[in-house]
């Protein structure tokens, strides 16, 4: 059997920086067509320590789904990607990055655009998400907005 076949996966430096994310939050999310703020929950974990985390969201019923994604990296680049799906059956790729307390999350697709940027407080307990999404790549309205607020 080949040595390295028994060794489970390794750490990779670039996956490090979101050990910050790992935990349980409160989610307050605003989004252009939903007249009141929605509620939800969120939580990060590891699911092979310091390789690939997993980040599930759960929104009260309505308008926002509830998904679940596994973040990973691949050597050959430093930004990380991001496999969406979510309760519509909705599947989308994200690239991501975290780095001096800025989180970022964009998709460029033709017809469908999305990027993210989150900033964090200064405790660490919280995180200011603004989204915005594109239709023709060049210009961009408000998306989905959310502060994360993590749980004690």
């Known amino acids: 059997m080949d040595e390295h076949a028994k060794r489970p996966p390794q750490p990779?430096?670039?996956?490090?920086?979101?050990?910050?994310?790992?935990?349980e939050w409160d989610m307050v999310g605003t989004h252009p067509?939903?007249?009141?703020?929605?509620?939800?929950?969120?939580?990060?974990?590891w699911l092979v320590e310091g390789c690939l985390l997993l980040w599930r969201f759960e929104w009260q019923p309505g308008d926002i789904p509830s998904a679940l994604s596994v973040i990973g990296h691949d050597d050959a680049v430093e930004t990380c990607s991001m496999l969406y799906a979510d309760?519509?059956?909705v599947a989308r790729i994200y690239q991501?990055?975290?780095e001096g307390g800025v989180w970022k999350m964009w998709r460029d697709s033709p017809?469908?655009?999305?990027?993210?940027?989150?900033?964090?407080?200064?405790?660490?307990?919280?995180?200011?998400c603004h989204g915005e999404l594109s239709h023709d790549g060049s210009t961009w309205e408000?998306?989905?907005s959310v502060r994360y607020t993590r749980k004690a």
């Open 96 to 98: 991501m990055s975290l």
């Open 33 to 45: 067509a939903i007249p009141s703020a929605v509620q939800g929950h969120s939580s990060f974990e």
């Open 87 to 89: 309760e519509r059956g």
């Open 142 to 144: 408000p998306d989905l």
């Open 111 to 128: 017809g469908f655009s999305q990027r993210m940027t989150g900033t964090f407080g200064d405790d660490g307990a919280t995180i200011t």
């Open 12 to 23: 990779t430096s670039s996956m490090q920086q979101f050990e910050v994310l790992v935990g």
